[in-house]
């Protein structure tokens, strides 16, 4: 029998993940006269992670998270699902091509295109029964370059989060700034970003986000109306290993899916950083943070700050980092999904971390990670009763290789 020609097949993400590679060698070995560079980043690591509360879990749970995952965030991520509590996670995968072309008069066509994969199931499931969901996009784009700087349409980090990646020692592992305190990164759809050329070591960069095409269930936006839905702002000085930082985000609630977050998502948030790397072996960051946010109709604001220190000698690295989350105004911190919680004013917590790199090459290297966090208790509404549900600490050991 003939099949009907509209029934369409469902490819695997592996097969489709096969069919990428192909095409993206493909590119590669006959670039027909574009410059294009395949590159990737592959992480595994096995984490342990105790959250280790002195009581009892609300909502009917029975016990606590405790135990190992390999590499995986959500294997290894506490319960809890609120965008200002933060979580371990652990190494990002990725896979892309990116290059550009001649258009002549000094101007050049840029392209991008990066998926984010695991190594591991990222879905729980050890018999990899629902692998669709280990595939995501991460920054892809079409722009022109010139003299005169880059201007880029599509999916991409935003100036806010790119201003101080390279502050990070800790970046990619269970304890990075985000995962551990809370510094808010954002990876936009329908960004319009432009980047300027190096003024002396200094950068500039700005993009607009448009909120009619958002990514929201469905995949309209009736209520996005405006072209800077969002916009990001940053300035960077870098000269030898001085290097400095200050970026602006706001976002509306017009990106924001409201059967997760009611009418929230409205963010207004800046942030500082400086840092003296790799001068000598020795690498000193640090990042300050202010954002004001709503969440559920509450008002929220936070200060978050960060110190690391790094010193590399031949192929060893130790590094070691601290931090602190000072939160104000009360919210209802699970109510969408269970237990009643209010974090009280000044809601704070602490984190910490101690590292080591063993490099093998430039690429190639193995790394461990402790980190802890430590928390003030929350309250419960209905019962008064306090939870250390924020407390935790683990530990990871991992491979990372790039090429």
């Known amino acids: 029998m003939r099949p009907n020609s509209r029934t369409k097949r469902q490819l695997s993400p592996i097969t489709r993940l096969s069919l990428l590679i192909a095409s993206l060698c493909a590119l590669v070995s006959h670039p027909l006269g574009a410059e294009v560079l395949l590159y990737g980043k592959m992480n595994v690591a096995l984490v342990y992670v105790d959250q280790g509360a002195g009581a009892p879990p609300p909502g009917g749970q029975t016990t606590w998270f405790r135990g190992f995952g390999l590499n995986d965030n959500r294997a290894v991520r506490p319960w809890l699902l609120n965008p200002f509590i933060t979580t371990p ?57 010139g003299t005169w700087g880059r201007l ?34 954002y990876r936009l759809d329908n960004a319009i970003y432009y980047a300027s050329p190096s003024l002396g070591g200094l950068k500039f960069a700005a993009a ?84 004001d946010h709503a969440f559920w109709g509450d008002d929220h604001n936070a200060d978050l700050w960060q110190l690391q220190l790094g010193y590399r000698l031949g192929r060893f690295q130790l590094k070691a980092r601290i931090g602190g989350n000072q939160q104000g105004g009360e919210y209802e911190l699970l109510a969408p999904v269970c237990c009643d919680l209010l974090a009280e004013d000044d809601f704070a917590f602490q984190s910490w971390a101690l590292g080591g790199d063993y490099y ?44």
């Open 152 to 185: 880029l349409l599509g999916r991409q980090d935003t100036p806010f989060k790119s201003s101080t990646a390279p502050l990070d020692l800790f970046i990619n592992t269970l304890g990075d700034s985000a995962s551990t305190l809370g510094f808010q990164n």
């Open 360 to 403: 093998f090459s430039h690429q190639t290297k193995l790394f461990l990670v402790y980190s802890a966090n430590l928390a003030d208790p929350l309250v419960q509404a209905t019962s008064g009763k306090t939870y250390d549900i924020l407390d935790w600490h683990g530990a990871q050991f991992g491979i990372s290789h790039a090429f």
């Open 208 to 291: 607009l986000i448009p909120g009619g095409g958002a990514t929201l269930p469905g995949g309209i936006n009736p209520d996005a109306s405006h072209l800077a839905e969002a916009f990001s702002l940053s300035a960077i000085y870098a000269q030898g290993p001085l290097y400095a930082s200050l970026a602006f985000e706001t976002t509306s609630t017009a990106l924001s899916d409201p059967a997760t977050y009611g009418n929230a998502a409205s963010w207004r948030k800046w942030r500082l950083g400086l840092g003296l790397l790799d001068w000598r072996g020795l690498s000193v960051t640090g990042m300050f943070e202010h954002w």
């Open 89 to 145: 996670r652990g190494p990002a995968n990725r896979l892309g091509m990116e290059g550009s072309r001649d258009l002549g008069e000094g101007l050049r066509v840029l392209f991008k295109v990066e998926l984010g994969f695991s190594l591991a199931d990222s879905n729980n499931d050890a018999f990899n029964i629902k692998a669709s969901e280990t595939l995501t996009m991460r920054n892809t784009y079409l722009g022109l370059g």
